[in-house]
């Protein structure tokens, strides 16, 4: 019998875990197997920021396996702002969560890190070997550090105990039940909020930068699914990058223009070329996970966005979109 506690389980990647579960063929690789119990927790279940709460969110439950996604997370703004709370924040309760874990005999941990760990000054692409080859981008260093010493935590809790603790590395994610926040969220959720606007209001819709810089983005249920392969398929200390291939980067003129067509926006589309680009592109390779995967089908970029576009229209009521809900 195995009991997997997923933390930060009603977030962007918890829901999809919990839909991959509820979803995929029983028995099948990534489908629920007879003898697991899946319990998706969410904050108002236990602040693992605090020890106490984290105990006892871990006796009512008593998991065999975690999946730790539970994290303060945010946009480039807020971690500008907030990195001693990022960074402390972070820290217990990723101490919490590992420390309890071993306490309880768990069997198996998986933290979720971030490509953001990895150093600013780095040859691309970025692989599971340069996690500490020097300091992360300044605007994020409280998160960045917080998580890359969960890596280091998995080390000396195995070189101690003997604890079979890793860790994943998702590049940027979407999908539904994102934080649609139109200040503090990711690039997609963002500009699909700001076309839905547009849309509505009769505005022209307006991307920042030019368009130009690449990144992989990866759908929270196939991430979903990479997480269950690594819950059940590998069990090294080592992290595993989770992502599509290099060759699979998209613009963020694609994006746009996907978000576009999803949204239904037929108005005036500009990009202000005058705001900052960020970085061109910070490719990470998916060799690791392949070679140990044996390979897997990626959803096609647009079919992806189109389904995320299609549950936030539906879902705007009661998404993350940063507004105060109406009594
Ligand atoms: N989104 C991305 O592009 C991205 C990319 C790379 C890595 N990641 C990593 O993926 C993981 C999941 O991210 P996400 O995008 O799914 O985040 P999210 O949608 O913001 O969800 C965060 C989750 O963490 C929980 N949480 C936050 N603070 C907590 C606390 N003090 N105690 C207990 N639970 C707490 C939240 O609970 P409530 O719902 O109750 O608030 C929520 O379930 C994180 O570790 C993040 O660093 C995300």
């Not at 009603?10 to 629920?32: D, W, Y």
């Not at 009769?202 to 992989?216: A, C, E, M």
């Not at 291939?245 to 978000?259: F, L, R, W, Y």
Request: hydrophobic letters at 35%; charged letters at 25%; one cysteine or more.
């Amino acid at each position: 019998m195995s009991v997997i506690l997923v933390t930060g389980g009603t977030g962007l990647v918890g829901r999809a875990i919990q839909h991959v579960i509820e979803t995929e063929p029983e028995s099948s690789r990534f489908g629920k197997r007879s003898g697991e119990t899946w319990i998706f927790a969410s904050s108002s279940e236990g602040d693992l920021r605090d020890p106490a709460q984290t105990r006892k969110l871990f006796e009512k439950y008593k998991p065999t396996h975690v999946i730790h996604l539970a994290a303060l997370v945010g946009g480039l703004f807020k971690n500008m702002k907030y990195k001693a709370t990022f960074l402390r924040d972070n820290t217990l309760i990723n101490d919490n969560v590992l420390h309890t874990s071993y306490e309880t005999n768990v069997k198996k941990l998986i933290s979720c890190l971030s490509t953001c760990v990895f150093p600013d000054k780095v040859t691309y692409p970025l692989d599971e070997t340069k996690i500490h080859l020097g300091l992360p981008h300044e605007s994020n260093f409280g998160y960045a550090h917080a998580k890359r010493m969960v890596d280091v935590a998995n080390h000396a809790y195995k070189d101690q105990y003997g604890c079979n603790f890793t860790s994943a590395i998702p590049t940027n994610v979407f999908g539904p039940h994102d934080n649609f926040d139109l200040e503090d969220s990711h690039v997609i959720p963002g500009l699909l909020h700001k076309c839905y606007l547009a849309k509505k209001n009769g505005t022209p819709f307006v991307v920042s930068g030019t368009g130009k810089p690449l990144r992989q983005f990866i759908y929270s249920r196939d991430l979903a699914k990479l997480f269950i392969w690594q819950l059940r398929e590998y069990d090294d200390v080592e992290p595993v990058i989770l992502s599509v291939g290099e060759d699979e980067e998209v613009s963020i003129k694609q994006v746009a223009d996907s978000i576009v067509k999803a949204v239904g926006f037929s108005g005036e589309y500009s990009f202000d070329t005058a705001r900052a680009d960020g970085q061109f592109r910070k490719p990470a390779s998916n060799k690791k996970l392949l070679d140990l995967m044996g390979g897997f089908e990626f959803t096609p970029f647009d079919q992806a966005l189109e389904e995320t576009a299609q549950w936030f229209l539906q879902n705007y009521d009661n998404a993350r979109t940063g507004k105060v809900p109406s009594a």
